[in-house]
């Protein structure tokens, strides 16, 4: 079952939130970021791309006018060590270029 839409908070919550506040008279203070941001706010460092998978690909961008084999080479290697890489689009893009190479002979 789908909650509410976003912005809106169910009346049990409501409820939970004001019977929680302090008895001060004060309004309680509602955190009305989406879950999505803060998850990624919250998201670690370590999700963004490792020097070595950049280089990989750098690499294998190098290679794709002297040695197109090569640089599928790479891709793929990359594709093995980096399956879910945020460069995923930058991949598919010199594996496709590498293949292109290599079924026309080399030629642009």
């Known amino acids: 079952m789908a909650g509410p839409p976003h912005g809106v908070v169910s009346l049990s919550l409501a409820l ?14 509602l955190d009305a970021t989406p879950p999505a941001a803060t998850a990624a706010r ?10 070595r998978e950049g280089a990989l690909l750098l690499e294998a961008r190098r290679a794709l006018d ?3 084999a090569r640089a599928l ?12 890489s ?5 991949r598919a893009h010199i594996a496709g270029e590498a293949r292109r190479r290599l079924t026309k002979g080399g030629r642009r």
């Not at 939970?16 to 203070?29: H, N, Q, R, S």
């Not at 919250?42 to 020097?51: K, Q």
């Not at 945020?86 to 930058?90: A, D, F, R, V």
Request: no cysteine; aromatic share 2%.
């Open 16 to 29: 939970a939130i004001l019977t929680a506040a302090p008895a001060t008279g004060a309004a309680p203070v």
């Open 42 to 51: 919250s998201r670690p460092a370590s999700d963004a791309p490792s020097p």
């Open 66 to 68: 002297t040695d197109p």
């Open 73 to 84: 080479a790479l891709v793929q290697a990359h594709r093995a060590e980096f399956p879910q």
């Open 86 to 90: 945020q460069l995923g689009p930058e």
